[in-house]
């Protein structure tokens, strides 16, 4: 007898990975020892910082954290996330009921549809985006309206195409944004959060990048608009703030009943943060601010030293205003945005990420991480005027 399990329907219908082909070819270059760069990913190279590590091997030591995180887990942490909130945006939020742990933000993202949308009900994507909201929005049975974002509106959705939605639910926005590095100033979320209240529409902002920023200009959360606050849901992440993608840190914020409406999806599936990880969590938090500021003063000059050296061969880029990710459109002579990074890892051995991977308006560009040190970027560029000859 011979079995046969299909994959659901909800599986079947997320989007064919338009990565596989690069990854393909990256790992057999890597199997037959090349020396590969790799601009693809979006993992910092750096270690998380020690006082972080500490703290979560102290925390191992006492019992009582080694027991379901009952409920939202450590009171702490919540507590000292409101004051980080508060310093940094001069935002109030409630720890108990405006605050909620994450097993990191993208397990957030991923849920939070389940908790407010209906299967068959709209929801407004910005594209290119981050492929995790695309899947969210699917498995809760959502349909999705893509909204283009362009560099002729600064990577921003236009607001009359949100005014003209019909039916529409919930919009996700992410700024500073992946994969186009830009970032949305308080005029912006303060039109956002008017339309969606005029509309009835939920707002999901994703933050992961609040504290990746240049040249000193700070991303303001969109909690800072009067008004936000009961319609929208924020998140954020350990992630790339402190160099702890592999800790699974983050939260939720916002609208008391938005984050209720989470807080019971997570309940049905998982049993919260490990309480170790969020006694590292409120180490992070209170850590000495030079070091954030070191991570940003490290992608800034490798920001530099990548835009300054791609400028020197011909290959004009703009520079990103927030988050680790170069957004580049292709050197003229490639058709296309595959084409393109195939001939840089073929030719060069450097792996960047195709932009169409993000969505269709993101064909014509190619992503580049800040992860690697300035010496590999130099590196990188040399091999990349070889290629441009
Ligand atoms: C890295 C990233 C996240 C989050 O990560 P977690 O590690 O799950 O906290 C969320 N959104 C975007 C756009 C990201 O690039």
Known sequence: MSLNFEFSDRLKQLPPYLFLEIDKAKRAALAQGRDIINLGVGDPDQTTPQVIIDAMKKALDNGANLHYPFDAGVPQLRVEIAKWFKK?????????????????????????????????????????????????????????????IKASNDFLPKISDIAESKNARMIIVCYPNNPTAAVANKEFYAELVKVCREKNIIIVSDLAYSEVYYDGVKPPSILEVEGAKEIAIEFHSFSKTYYMTGWRLGWACGSPLLVSGLAKVKSNVDSGVFNAIQHAGIAALNIDPAEVEDMRNCYQERRDALINGCR???????????????????????????????????????????GVGFGKSGEGYVRMALTVPVERIHEAVGRMAKVLQ
């Open 88 to 148: 940094r945006f001069s935002v109030d939020l409630e720890p108990s009921s405006e605050i909620y742990p994450l097993i990191g933000s993208k397990e957030g993202l991923a849920h939070f549809p389940l908790a407010f949308i209906n299967p068959g009900e709209k929801v407004l994507l910005t594209e290119p985006a981050y492929p995790a909201y695309q899947a969210a929005v699917a498995f809760a049975g959502g349909k999705i309206q893509y909204l283009p």
């Open 312 to 354: 020197s061969i011909g290959w004009k880029i703009d520079f990103p205003k927030g988050a680790f990710y170069v957004w580049a459109k292709i050197p003229s002579k490639f058709s296309d945005s595959m084409t393109c990074v195939q001939a840089f890892l073929d030719q060069a051995d450097i792996v960047m990420t195709p």
